[in-house]
């Protein structure tokens, strides 16, 4: 089971990765079906906050009416940041459930565990490892396609590649809106820039 909503959350961390934006999913489940999902946005809107477990929690808390997520889980492919954490914290979700770890930002065990190590008035249980290598995988692919964008020919740099990406979010807009297979589009896009 535990599984089953971590693909889903892959998922989530694929649409991710195929509008560049760093490949991060996150599902919230309640009474075994999922109630709300999303991805990382924080390029396309132009907004730090707009991380999976974020986006995961406001949809969550539409759904139920209420920003209290009580018996809720959440699923999601990359560990937390203190950001993520402490909304998890504050929305009392029930247990998190981690896909792989981020040495460098993650506090559910890496930098330090914000949901053992301190005393709030909720507790949030975890567990981590959950589909560990596919996590990691889209991850490390990601990161493998934007060192090779920022190399080729020492033409695409970091702000090329920005570049690139609202480019390409507004032609995907676009893309939606005339009903236009964006998938074979994206294929035949990268093909192009990479
Ligand atoms: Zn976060």
């Known amino acids: 089971?535990?599984?089953?909503?971590?693909?889903?959350?892959?998922?989530?961390?694929?649409?991710a990765y195929d509008k560049l934006e760093i490949p991060v999913g996150a599902v919230i489940v309640k009474d075994g079906k999922i109630i709300a999902r999303a991805h990382n946005q924080k390029e396309i809107k132009l907004d730090t906050t707009k991380h999976a477990e974020i986006l995961a929690i406001q949809k969550a808390s539409k759904k139920l009416k209420s920003w209290r997520l009580l018996?809720?889980?959440?699923?999601?492919?990359?560990?937390?940041?203190?950001?993520?954490?402490g909304a998890i914290i504050n929305s009392r979700i029930k247990k998190v459930y981690i896909g792989t770890m981020d040495e460098k930002t993650g506090v559910v065990g890496s930098i330090f565990n914000l949901f053992k190590d301190y005393k709030f008035n909720h507790n949030v249980e975890f567990e981590t490892g959950i589909l560990k290598e596919e996590c990691e995988d889209?991850?490390?692919?990601?990161f493998k396609e934007l060192r090779k964008a920022k190399k080729v020919g020492g033409k695409w740099n970091a702000k090329s590649f920005t570049h690139i990406n609202y480019s390409f979010n507004n032609c995907c807009y676009r893309f939606y809106s005339s009903n236009v297979n964006i998938k074979i589009w994206w294929k035949g896009w990268r093909k192009y820039a990479f």
């Open 1 to 15: 089971m535990k599984e089953i909503f971590m693909k889903e959350a892959l998922k989530e961390a694929q649409k």
């Open 71 to 85: 018996d809720c889980e959440m699923y999601v492919t990359l560990e937390p940041c203190s950001m993520c954490a």
């Open 138 to 142: 889209i991850l490390k692919r990601f």
